[in-house]
């Protein structure tokens, strides 16, 4: 019987294995345990994925890049697809070819078939929607068969992350995980001790899991549309009227999963048009050349790089010379902070409800788990730090503890006997 757990994160994804009684985390991409969920399918066909695929696109070889797939799953967009090379390809079949590559590199790195599998997900793909939400799990139980897992579970992501820090646990501690990814915000308390570390009935020790469909991406959207998008036109106008600019590409641009629906000729004809009789003319013609150039990526790439930035520093220059020369913007600290603001309110109220599901007062919280790429933003850590001051804070191994969690999940719910653990 051979056992991994998938996380398939909309930023980022990782496997782990248990292999010879051992939980490990498998080097999916280059010497990383981590492979950016990215893919880049150049025109003859051929696919690269996550480092690979964000270099073919730096370098600027042609072809169409894909992220953040993982947010069509449970909408309408998983059965629209994207036009890739001049053919439609649906998302389900974009999703499979992602996780069949890191399949692929798992068994190639260990040699042996992976059939066994705990695929973790967030604990709600759609926000209120229940149909919805039970057809996302659906379809991506549909995708691991058709990759070729033959036994399929499911684990919400802030437990697993819960299970893989449990293994350094000494006593019994009251835990809160906050995990915060690209795509969605989830919040478990669970009671975790190094006496329950193989117990294969868990439900008593979780009590509350909640969460949404809030994630670094919409910090990413908000942070565009504020700082970057004004000087690409957003918010100008255009013909005698002096109508506003449409606002749906601009919210096209900020959001990786839909850049690609801009390169299309009715929306690019459509631009011209307005162009034309833009009153702002230096500033949109800045947006049209970037659609024109399918530079919309590179745009929200640098949105993305200047967010990492300003974790370490209060201001930065970014450039965009990729669209004009000597086009550059000045970004600060507290102005990302303040146009992420109504999302980090968002959270606390999740935090606020995880604890009254769970029945259990802020000041009993002992451990809080931080993962996911997102609560690296300094802003987040403050306000966690000063809402538990008493509880220890563990933020190791971001972008990986979700995968390795799933796999001891794994170990677990198949039987597996495991000789020695390998903690984070």
């Not at 967009?77 to 090379?85: D, P, R, S, T, V």
């Amino acid at each position: 019987m051979t056992i991994c757990g998938i996380d398939f994160g909309t930023s980022n994804s990782a496997l782990a294995v248990v292999a010879d009684g051992n939980v490990q985390l498998v080097r999916v991409d280059e010497d990383s345990q981590t492979m950016p969920s990215a893919i880049f399918y150049h025109e003859d066909g051929t696919a690269v994925y996550g480092r690979g695929a964000i270099a073919s696109f730096t370098s600027g070889d042609s072809g169409r890049f894909m992220r953040s797939f993982k947010r069509t799953l449970g909408t309408e967009l998983l059965e629209y697809g994207a036009i890739i090379n001049g053919k439609l390809k649906k998302y389900d079949q974009i999703i499979a070819g992602f996780i069949r590559h890191l399949k692929l590199r798992a068994e190639s790195s260990l040699g042996i078939d992976l059939d066994n599998v705990v695929m973790g997900r967030p604990v709600h793909f759609v926000d209120n929607n229940t149909e919805a939400d039970r057809c996302a799990q659906n379809q991506l139980e549909k995708i691991a068969r058709l990759v070729g897992f033959k036994h399929i579970e499911f684990q919400f992501e802030p437990i697993a992350a819960a299970f893989a820090h449990e293994q350094k646990v000494i006593g019994e501690k009251i835990t809160l995980v906050v995990d915060i990814g690209g795509g969605t915000s989830d919040f478990t308390i669970i009671r975790l001790s190094e006496a329950s570390v193989h117990k294969l009935d868990r439900k008593e020790d979780i009590l509350s899991c909640v969460g949404g469909r809030v994630g670094g991406n919409d910090f990413d959207r908000d942070f565009c549309l504020r700082s970057f998008m004004p000087i690409l036109g957003y918010g100008t106008t255009y013909g005698t009227k002096g109508m506003e600019v449409p606002i749906s590409p601009f919210f096209d641009m900020s959001e990786w999963s839909k850049i690609n629906s801009l390169y299309v000729p009715k929306v690019l004809k459509n631009l011209r048009e307005i162009y034309i009789d833009s009153h702002s003319q230096k500033t949109f013609g800045r947006f049209v050349r970037a659609v024109e150039e399918r530079a919309g990526h590179k745009v929200l790439s640098t949105v993305e790089s200047a967010k990492i930035d300003l974790t370490d520093k209060y201001e930065i220059q970014e450039k965009l010379e990729f669209l004009e020369d000597g086009l550059e913007i000045i970004l600060t600290r507290d102005g990302f902070e303040q146009t992420i603001m109504h999302h980090i309110e968002t959270i606390g109220k999740w935090i606020d409800n995880c604890l009254r599901e769970a029945s259990v007062a802020e000041e009993h919280i002992q451990l809080v788990i931080l993962t996911g790429g997102t609560t690296e933003i300094p802003l987040l850590q403050k306000i966690v730090k000063d809402r538990f001051p008493h509880a220890d804070i563990s933020g190791s191994d971001k972008l990986s503890s979700v995968g390795l969690g799933l796999g001891y999940d794994g170990a677990r719910r198949f039987r597996s006997s495991l000789n020695s653990i390998v903690s984070i």
